[in-house]
C-alpha cells in the first residue's frame, strides 16, 4: 500500500514562495520516479514537474519553468516543489503523485500515466 502525504501549503502573497512536500509511506522510495500536479475549481488536473528516481533528471511544464524547482531526499522518502514568484493565476490544489516501472534515470513526461496520488494540499495567492 503506498501512501503520499503532501504538506506545506498556504495562503501567500503574489510574488511569494512556497515549498511542498510529499512524504512516501512506500518500501523502496528510490526506485520511483515522483511528480507533482495541481488543479483549479473546475479545471482538469495539470502536469507541474517530475523528477526521475536519483533525482538526477528533472521535467517541467512551461508554465512554471525557472520558477519552480522539484527535488527529493530518497533517505527521507520525500519529495520537494520548491514554489517562487507565485503568481495569481497559479491553480489550488496541489498533489504528489508516484511513478510505476519508469525505464532509466528519467523523469517523465506528462504522457505518462500515475500510479498513485496523494490527497492534495491547497495553495491559494492573493494578488
Known amino acids: 500500500q503506498v501512501q503520499l502525504v503532501e504538506s506545506g501549503g498556504g495562503l501567500v502573497q503574489a510574488g511569494g514562495s512556497l515549498r511542498l512536500s510529499c512524504a512516501a509511506s512506500?518500501?523502496?522510495?528510490?526506485?520511483?520516479?515522483m511528480g507533482w500536479f495541481r488543479q483549479a475549481p473546475g479545471k482538469e488536473r495539470e502536469f507541474v514537474a517530475t523528477?526521475?528516481?536519483?533525482?538526477?533528471?528533472?521535467y517541467y511544464t512551461d508554465s512554471v519553468k525557472g520558477r519552480f524547482i522539484i527535488s527529493r531526499d530518497n533517505a527521507k522518502k520525500t519529495v520537494y516543489l520548491q514554489m517562487n514568484n507565485l503568481k495569481p493565476m497559479d491553480p489550488d490544489v496541489y498533489y504528489c503523485?508516484?511513478?510505476?516501472?519508469?525505464?532509466?534515470?528519467?523523469?517523465?513526461?506528462?504522457?505518462?500515466?500515475?500510479?498513485?496520488w496523494g490527497q492534495g494540499t491547497q495553495v491559494t495567492v492573493s494578488s
Open positions: 523528477i526521475s528516481w536519483s533525482g538526477g533528471s528533472t
Open positions: 503523485a508516484t511513478y510505476v516501472g519508469i525505464v532509466g534515470d528519467s523523469a517523465p513526461n506528462p504522457s505518462y500515466n500515475v500510479n498513485y
Open positions: 512506500i518500501r523502496t522510495f528510490s526506485n520511483y520516479a
